[in-house]
């Protein structure tokens, strides 16, 4: 009992337990360790600037060279349990991979941080993972940079002049070149106007000059055709009337489309029209076609057809006359 | 040919069979100066079995206008003033007890006539109006558990003024919408002002008047009308009219559709066409033509059109929109 005592005193227990403990991890998993340079997977860092002012950033390019048919990636840059993480603030990250020709894979993993505090600082550590085809880890590696980087403080006691105010970014296009640019459009965009303004009102004067009368004629011979053809005289006289009205509205800017035969009888009594009985019969008379269901023969509807023409032969002389 | 045949043999026993109107015109003229419109409307309405709203001023002769018309016509004439304290009963008639046999008899209400003139009916509650609006559209009463049909004809002419609007009850829109036609009375014109004063400012009594017309006459006349041809084109226009009043923007009025709240109801287009074949045939027509639909569309429309706010902010009519309608949608 005494001889048992005495050897838990020698302190010979505590010292063999520690010694196990720390054997065993890097028995089981050999892969938690550091690896040396020159083993699988070889891991290179570099980093860009290697000083920088407070809160600028730095671009850290991490090489990893590895087995064929493994993936790696990198893990734990997220955490921040330890005071050099606080001093780098991960921005972005991208991945690119490739294979090299000897055999093994090479995958660069590019990070972009933004870093505080103040005087040399460490890069932050990470944790390599390798995987194989079928995403079983194959390998864990805790690595710690050794690269490190120079934080200046935008003051410090040392100073003597205020450090210049980085001057601000340039536009990716100039502000001048933007203005020609506004300008260029809106001059293009108002001269688009004009033409489509001038255009308009040529086309408006030239449908000015068109001769109502003489559409109308024309229009009255087409229906003479129409009618010889085998047009049935009902529909002639209603077309007539339309031809008429147009006629009228056109040519004594009264709106004769939208009124009835009486408000047109009113409106050119108004204007003492030459030919008003005349023109006043035949809108009565297709009246009676269009509304009273009456049926003229081909031999009527050709005679209002030359009555129609007369009268607006008529009309325009007398107006011409004026 | 056969059918324009037709019409013209039709369009004589028109102008023959309207002969009635010249007599009884006559006979009012008498009495009336001016209002020619405002008659020529009654008459309308009467050949098709319409009802008239009547809005106009106090002194416009309104009451003179349809007594002598109903007198001319040998028609029963009632004078129905609406009052607020009025009760359905005084109007359509109730149940009397008798003691002499213990029995309930119908006695019948001033309702019972030919023409009724329910003057200002917008100053009972809607209890009242309906009544009368009920009649209009049944042309029947009933009383207790007994139905009356009216007598024929039977027409109601409602007056309301349209200045004073304290203590009154407005017709609601559907009950609005069962007149064939809502008129308004205008002030006559100077000429017409001064033979009112001349002929009306006497002590000695009125002049009577004759009746003129028989109630043959008047069912004769509305026979012919039902036989009065509508093109095609004719009812599409009136349909278009009605459509327009709706969807304006589709006939090109974009402005108008945010002034109208709500458009004409088919009623609308029912009473356009009835109204078009009576004016029509006071034309001595067989035939409608887009002349008699533009004559009564203003009539026929008005109280059918419900400006929207920004209307009432402008100052803008159902007339005003009409008008607009009219100018818009082509004549066939």
């Excluded at chain 1, 955490?79 to 780098?88: I, N």
């Excluded at chain 1, 106007?193 to 087409?222: I, P």
């Excluded at chain 2, 049909?149 to 304290?166: D, G, K, S, W, Y």
């Excluded at chain 2, 002002?193 to 017309?213: G, N």
């Amino acid at each position: 009992m005494n001889a048992r005592s005495e050897w838990y005193r020698s302190g010979f227990l505590k010292q063999f337990l520690a010694l196990l403990l720390l054997v065993f991890p890097m028995v089981a998993s050999p892969s938690l360790s550091a690896k040396e340079e020159g083993e699988h997977p070889e891991i290179t860092v570099n980093v860009q600037p290697d000083s920088v002012l407070v809160g600028d950033r730095i671009r850290c390019m991490v090489t990893v060279y590895h087995l064929e048919r493994e993936v790696a990636a990198i893990e734990g840059l997220n955490r921040s349990d330890t005071l050099s993480e606080h001093s780098f603030e991960l921005i972005s990250r991208k991945h690119s991979s490739s294979l090299l020709p000897s055999g093994p894979g090479n995958e660069v993993f590019e990070l972009e941080y933004a870093v505080f505090g103040n005087g040399r600082q460490l890069l932050p550590p990470f944790m390599l993972v390798l995987r194989d085809v079928e995403g079983r880890i194959t390998k864990k590696v805790a690595y710690t940079p050794s690269a490190s980087v120079f934080v200046q403080a935008l003051t410090d006691s040392s100073m003597r002049d205020l450090r210049p105010i980085k001057p601000p970014l340039k536009a990716s296009i100039p502000f001048l070149l933007m203005l020609i640019v506004i300008f260029g459009v809106s001059g293009a965009a108002g001269l688009v106007l004009l033409l489509l303004f001038l255009l308009k009102r040529t086309v408006r004067n030239s449908a000015e000059d068109v001769d109502s009368g003489h559409v109308a004629q024309r229009k009255l011979r087409k229906l003479g055709s129409s009618l010889s053809a085998g047009m049935p005289p009902h529909e002639c006289y209603e077309e007539l009337s339309n031809i008429m009205r147009t006629f009228l509205e056109n040519h004594y800017r009264i709106s004769a489309l939208e009124a009835v035969t009486q408000e047109i009888e009113r409106d050119l009594k108004k204007l003492g029209v030459a030919g008003f009985e005349s023109i006043m019969n035949l809108l009565k008379q297709a009246d009676l076609v269009k509304f009273a269901d009456s049926r003229p023969d081909v031999e009527e509807s050709r005679q209002s057809l030359n009555k129609a023409s007369e009268v607006i032969r008529f009309t325009r002389a007398s107006k011409v006359e004026r | 040919m056969q059918h324009a045949v037709e019409l013209e043999e039709l369009g004589v026993q028109i102008t023959e069979a309207s002969r009635f109107i010249e007599k009884a015109r006559e006979q009012l003229s008498q009495r009336i100066i001016g209002q020619h419109e405002v008659i020529g409307r009654i008459f309308i309405a009467m050949l098709v079995n319409g009802h008239i709203l009547l809005e106009g001023v106090p002194g416009l002769a309104k009451t003179l206008i349809i007594k002598t018309f109903a007198a001319a016509l040998n028609l029963k004439f009632q004078r129905i003033q609406f009052t607020p304290d009025m009760l359905p009963a005084d109007l359509v008639g109730t149940m009397i007890y008798n003691p002499k046999d213990m029995e309930f008899y119908p006695r019948k209400g001033p309702v019972f006539a030919n023409v009724i003139l329910a003057d200002e009916i917008n100053r009972s509650p809607a209890k009242v109006q309906s009544a009368l609006l009920e009649a209009m559209q049944e042309r029947q009463v009933t009383i207790g558990s007994q139905t009356f049909p009216l007598q024929e004809p039977f027409m109601v002419l409602a007056t309301q003024n349209p200045i004073e609007h304290e203590g009154t009850y407005i017709l609601p829109e559907a009950q609005v919408d069962r007149f064939m036609m809502k008129v308004i009375v205008d002030y006559p014109s100077y000429e017409e002002e001064l033979d009112i004063m001349l002929q009306s400012a006497t002590t000695c009594s009125e002049l009577p008047v004759m009746p003129v017309v028989e109630w043959d006459e008047i069912s004769k006349a509305r026979a012919l009308i039902e036989r009065i041809y509508v093109d095609p084109r004719v009812q599409r226009y009136i349909v278009d009219l009605v459509v327009a009043s709706r969807n304006p923007a589709q006939y090109g009025m974009v402005e108008l559709e945010a002034m109208i709240e709500y458009g004409a109801s088919p009623r609308a287009s029912i009473f356009l066409l009835l109204a078009a074949k009576a004016h029509a045939f006071l034309q001595h027509r067989a035939y409608i033509t887009p002349e008699d639909v533009k004559a009564i569309a203003y009539d026929t429309l008005r109280h059918r059109i419900r400006p929207g706010y920004e209307a009432e902010a402008d100052n803008i009519k159902p007339d005003d929109i009409i008008r607009q309608i009219l100018q818009h949608v082509q004549v066939p």
